[in-house]
């Protein structure tokens, strides 16, 4: 094991679960963490929440992870992953136009509209006038009721 404060700390953690020893860790390292992240991604706002997330692979690996290495190349391998992802993740653009042309229709529609249009057809004609007069200019022209009225 190294003899880095923060390789104590992380040793604690590790065996221990000590939320202490993760906060001092934290403390110890973070700072250093963000400058490598922000060199990575260029992005203030985005290397921090890389940081967080490389604090999180760190509880949630507590268990798994050997506690006599030192804990700065690790942590520093984590947030290199995390950094990668979110190049991956931020490089994927979405296109609206291949997404349109995608939506197809489904073929299916013009013939359900004929058949609906089909039966008002036979409805309309089974109403009396004034009434029929009044759905077909609706229904089949499209006429407003305002300029039906008039």
Avoid: Y
């Amino acid at each position: 094991m190294n003899d880095a404060p923060e390789d104590r700390l992380f040793a604690r953690w590790c065996q221990h679960g000590d939320p202490q020893a993760l906060g001092a860790l934290f403390d110890a390292t973070a700072l250093r963490l963000l400058k490598l992240a922000i060199h990575i991604v260029g992005d203030a706002s985005e290397a921090e929440d890389i940081v967080q997330a490389t604090f999180l692979t760190a509880i949630e690996q507590r268990t798994t992870v050997d506690p006599a290495r030192p804990v700065m190349p690790w942590l520093s391998g984590v947030l290199a992953h995390k950094a990668q992802q979110h190049r991956r993740r931020a490089s994927r653009v979405v296109d609206a136009e291949r997404l349109a042309q995608r939506a197809v229709d489904d073929p299916s529609r013009p013939l359900e509209r004929r058949e609906l249009d089909g039966e008002v057809a036979r409805a309309i004609d089974q109403v009396g006038e004034p009434l029929r007069a009044v759905l077909v200019l609706r229904l089949r022209h499209g006429m407003e009721i305002a300029d039906i009225a008039h």
